[in-house]
């Protein structure tokens, strides 16, 4: 197996410092495509006069683990390294859906669905952990990118796929063949790493690995100064299905990056931060929360890869929404009430549709909080929680491990609403 398996339980612990550390900086990104906002605009807002949904009995009880208090971010970057953080969440909204590759690709895989912003995250994604590659990232000058992530639901075949933004064309092919030659390494990659050119594939630098149970096949294509980076992993008795997706994933994705406003290595410093103040009304992580994500406002297709994928993207589109804020919760805006009573039933509906040997139930809603829903949800590995919650043009998602700190989550974000509003 690849040291990305074989090392599965290191790199989360990894990914949860990485994460942690950034999200102190904090900073954040936004990108969104003009479809939803001119559909913003055709819009009519409606005031709603009465909650939908009436608070249970009680007040609002955050507990003692959340702030209350709305965030303050700085108006622009003021430094590129903060800057390729907010530029990698740029490019999500430029990169390929797995489900666009493959339908069946629809299990979420967080842990590698990131920004990409300089040489460490780059040797996250490649091998968990490599000072080769992270010297690799530094010497050919990596500036930006974003990897997104999905299993099957039988967790029999995956996929990880990435766009790396580097200083220029010379240093993307450069990586590329460092990289390549790097994860042919049987340290890198196992003992049965090895080339694997393909005819349709003519400009891509290809290498497998196969177990007795799995065969992964990986592919990092230059084009212009991007690295287009794919891995697959699929059975054995599904091996051509492997070198399929990464024609379809390349087929389908050097169109799209082509399209990438990017931002002149200069003017990173100058991207803004917090678009809409839309992380402003989102709920922050706790200091040193374990998990904690990196805080970003994405626009649809940046949205679905951390969520529902294409059903977000028709979420986005049927709605007016213009962006998503994550940090401790996901927090979506639109220009229109009546459109955010319609984007609630859809985020509701996105919690409850699990796979069948996923169970959720309805639960009470926090004490204090109209227009909440809650939803206990269990798996065969775990138990945890989510509500939704609807405030005026805004919809926000709380997903926690327990009920108790679902309701305090959703307590604090409906604080921070109102505290929003009266600013």
Known sequence: ???????????????????TAITLTGCTSTASEGSAEAAAADTTTVERTAALIPAAPGEPDPGEEFSTRPSDYPATAGDNGIGSIIESQRMAEFLVLPAEVDPALTEEYLDLTRPIFGPIPLAYLLADTDSTIEQIGAETGIIAGFSTARFTTDSRARMVHAVLRFRDAAGAGEAASQLHERLLDPAVSGPTAAPHPLATMPESLVHTVETEFSRSVAALTQHGHYLIYTFV???????????QALEHALEL?????????ATAPSELRNLPVDIDDMLRRTLRYPDGADGAQVPAVYGPRGAAHLLAQLSTLDMFADTAATHMARDATFVYRTDATDRAETLF??????????????????????????????FEVITPYSEGASCALLYDTYVAEIRTKTLTGAHQATSAQYLIFQATDTD
């Open 345 to 374: 039933d859809r985020v509701v509906a996105q919690i409850r549709d699990k796979n069948d040997d996923i169970s959720v139930v309805s639960a009470a809603g926090p004490p204090g909080v109209p227009d909440a829903r809650c």
């Open 253 to 261: 994705q050097r169109p799209m990056i082509d399209r990438f406003p």
């Open 233 to 243: 992993d699929s059975p054995t008795d599904r091996a051509s299905w492997a070198d």
């Open 1 to 19: 197996m690849t040291s990305r398996y074989r090392h599965r339980h290191r790199a989360r612990t990894g990914a949860a410092l990485l994460a």
